[in-house]
């Protein structure tokens, strides 16, 4: 650890009194190495839990699918009927359909249809019905609260295993709604955590937490434990995939920061596409939890090769700590690295201009009850970003109500749900590729608005054919209904962008956060939409996402370009404060 102004690597060193004189971290992690093994293995770490989140995340299709289910009518199935004359009996045909009806039967005494001499094993294909007296002939039709499940395709779902159709519908959207509100807890709860505690015992607890709760999950013993344990699975993936982003993030330079980015998502698409040939070979919804949580339990290995972000060792004053991670990761990479006195005083200086900045940005600290309120209503309180923040909040809620609501949108479309879903994590990688030119080259207004406009158009041709044109081919709504998926996917990813760019850095943070709320409640609100309202009428979810697409693309114009800007760094927290003293 001696003299570096000599090259190691190729590359010119600092010497001892240079890196002494560092104050900046990129700076420092330069000595360690910023390319070599030591980082391209911790981003690959950090980027399994991205591959593994679309096992829990959109899984619930699959979990809970809906085989094609009938009234139960008890008195006919205790005589020995069988399903077909029973449907020819009892289940009236949707209308201008061929189709059973799911959720009603005809209103008969079928104890006394049971007790006629009809015989089952001499009789044709239907109840001859001449034999029965005049009353059980009635065409009037009613509610049923048991069904039948034809389970030639599916062993047991959830929705089989507690009866989540008709009247309980509801229930099955929630399974997925309480996993995207587990999702908002968990960013929550971990994303403030991992400030306090660090980045890895966060990591640690999100990850064993969920193969844990993903296991328990396969073997609730009821709905409502069931759920519970959907949120819980949710919140833990939440917060292994926060402090693994963060991670990642933190170990990259400024200019790497964007590739390591995309490094990191792309998993996601693989995990994607990987999930709906897993759910395929497994039928059962058991089985199929407990299979689809097996590859977290890969993320052990954490324990062993994830270490702590040195980046907030460093500014939590544990340089000790943060030198022992540098020291692991110079060696990894076969680099030599300084003396330990001059990365301690860098250290030391990285930490002091931090606080400096913090110092200069907090000012005078504001009262409980202004500090709250700066946090709810901080960003209106202030005109020039009054609506900047209404606009970016309805664009971030719309993008993540039409992401989840068309990825789980196969229903609606009368599509095999294994193709389409593989398909949709199949046009995650385009999208991820072709986001960056156009936000280079377009700038990220008129990328943004152009993807909103496109998701628009694609999805409300889907919805035209679905009410106008029935017939049309399922290929060609499945193909449009994916071209728009693919232009909000990348609308979702700018869209991080775009809101860090908008706000100045005493701001930035808290619309981030408040957004991220916003698209949270569009997530919760997506099953809902795809199941109640779809059931109701195929088409209305399509239509609403294409209206919601084009309100976020009109709404985007009104923002400022950032492409090429410096972030805006005017005014302070300390007057928005102000404000609140002046009107209390």
């Known amino acids: 650890m001696g003299q570096k102004s000599n090259e190691d690597d190729g590359e010119q060193r600092r010497t001892e009194a240079e890196v002494s004189a560092l104050s900046n971290l990129d700076d420092l992690m330069e000595e360690v190495g910023t390319h070599g093994r030591w980082n391209i293995m911790v981003i690959l770490l950090c980027s399994f839990v991205a591959f593994v989140a679309p096992f829990q995340n959109i899984s619930y299709q699959?979990?809970?699918?809906?085989?094609?289910?009938?009234?139960?009518?008890?008195?006919?199935?205790?005589a020995n009927w069988s399903q077909k004359d029973i449907l020819n009996t009892a289940i009236p045909l949707q209308n201008n359909s061929v189709k059973y009806e799911s959720c009603k039967m005809y209103d008969y005494d079928y104890d006394k249809i049971a007790a006629q001499t009809y015989n089952l094993e001499n009789g044709g294909d239907q109840v001859n019905f001449s034999i029965l007296p005049e009353?059980?002939?009635?065409?009037?039709?009613?509610?049923?609260?048991?069904?039948?499940?034809?389970?030639?395709?599916?062993?047991?779902?959830?929705?089989?295993?507690?009866?989540l159709v008709c009247e309980r519908r509801a229930l099955y959207s929630m399974t997925q709604a309480i996993s995207q509100l587990g999702v908002f807890v968990g960013s929550l709860i971990f994303g403030y955590s991992s400030d306090i505690f660090g980045r890895r015992k966060i990591i640690l607890i999100g990850t064993t937490g969920t193969f844990i709760a993903g296991f328990i999950t396969a073997v609730s013993p009821n709905l409502t434990f069931y759920i519970f344990m959907r949120l819980t699975v949710g919140a833990m993936g939440m917060g292994a995939y926060v402090g693994t982003f963060v991670l990642a993030m933190e170990l990259a330079t400024t200019k790497q920061r964007s590739h390591v980015g995309m490094i990191y998502?792309?998993?996601?698409?693989?995990?994607?596409?990987?999930?709906?040939?897993?759910?395929?070979?497994?039928?059962?919804?058991?089985?199929?939890?407990?299979?689809?949580?097996?590859?977290?339990?890969?993320?052990?290995?954490?324990?062993?090769?994830?270490?702590?972000?040195?980046?907030?060792?460093?500014?939590?004053g544990r340089?000790?700590?943060?030198?022992?991670?540098?020291?692991?990761?110079?060696?990894?990479?076969?680099?030599?690295?300084?003396?330990?006195?001059?990365?301690?005083?860098?250290m030391e200086n990285i930490k002091q201009a931090n606080d400096k900045n913090k110092g200069d940005e907090v000012g005078e600290k504001p009262a409980m009850r202004e500090k709250i309120m700066l946090r709810v209503f901080g960003l209106l309180?202030?005109?020039?970003?009054?609506?900047?923040?209404?606009?970016?909040?309805?664009?971030?809620?719309?993008v993540s109500l039409v992401y989840y609501g068309v990825s789980l949108n196969s229903d609606n479309l009368s599509a095999d749900p294994y193709v389409y879903i593989f398909l949709g994590g199949l046009t995650e990688v385009p999208a991820y590729l072709l986001m960056w030119p156009c936000i280079?080259?377009?700038?990220?207004?008129?990328?943004?608005?152009?993807?909103y406009l496109i998701a628009g158009i694609s999805i409300g041709a889907v919805t035209i054919l679905i009410f106008g044109v029935p017939t049309t081919p399922v290929w060609i709504k499945i193909l449009l209904s994916l071209v728009g998926k693919m232009a909000v996917?990348?609308?979702?990813?700018?869209?991080?962008?775009?809101?860090?760019?908008?706000?100045?850095?005493?701001?930035?943070?808290?619309?981030?956060?408040?957004?991220?709320?916003?698209?949270?409640?569009?997530?919760?609100?997506?099953?809902?939409?795809?199941?109640?309202?779809?059931?109701i009428s195929t088409w209305s979810p399509s239509l609403l996402f294409c209206i919601l697409s084009f309100i976020a693309s009109g709404l985007s114009l009104m923002l400022p370009e950032t492409n090429g800007q410096e972030m805006v760094e005017s005014e302070k927290k300390k007057k928005v404060a102000k404000i609140f003293e002046d009107k209390m």
């Open 381 to 398: 309180m202030v005109p020039w970003l009054r609506v900047r923040t209404l606009i970016v909040n309805f664009c971030w809620f719309s």
């Open 135 to 163: 009353d059980v002939r009635l065409k009037e039709t009613k509610a049923c609260t048991k069904r039948v499940f034809n389970l030639t395709q599916y062993s047991s779902t959830v929705v089989t295993k507690w009866d």
């Open 319 to 346: 340089h000790s700590e943060a030198l022992k991670v540098l020291q692991d990761a110079a060696k990894f990479n076969r680099r030599t690295i300084p003396s330990e006195a001059s990365m301690l005083q860098a």
């Open 62 to 78: 699959f979990l809970g699918a809906t085989p094609d289910h009938w009234c139960e009518i008890e008195p006919l199935i205790n």
């Open 489 to 535: 996917t990348a609308a979702f990813h700018l869209i991080y962008i775009y809101t860090a760019e908008l706000f100045p850095t005493e701001y930035r943070s808290l619309a981030v956060g408040q957004a991220s709320v916003c698209a949270r409640c569009g997530s919760i609100l997506s099953p809902f939409i795809n199941d109640i309202i779809g059931q």
């Open 440 to 451: 280079i080259y377009l700038g990220r207004k008129k990328t943004i608005f152009l993807l």
């Open 265 to 316: 998502v792309f998993p996601w698409a693989l995990g994607y596409m990987i999930l709906p040939g897993i759910a395929y070979f497994v039928r059962d919804w058991q089985w199929l939890q407990a299979a689809l949580t097996l590859p977290a339990v890969g993320l052990v290995a954490f324990f062993w090769f994830l270490p702590e972000s040195p980046r907030w060792l460093i500014l939590e």
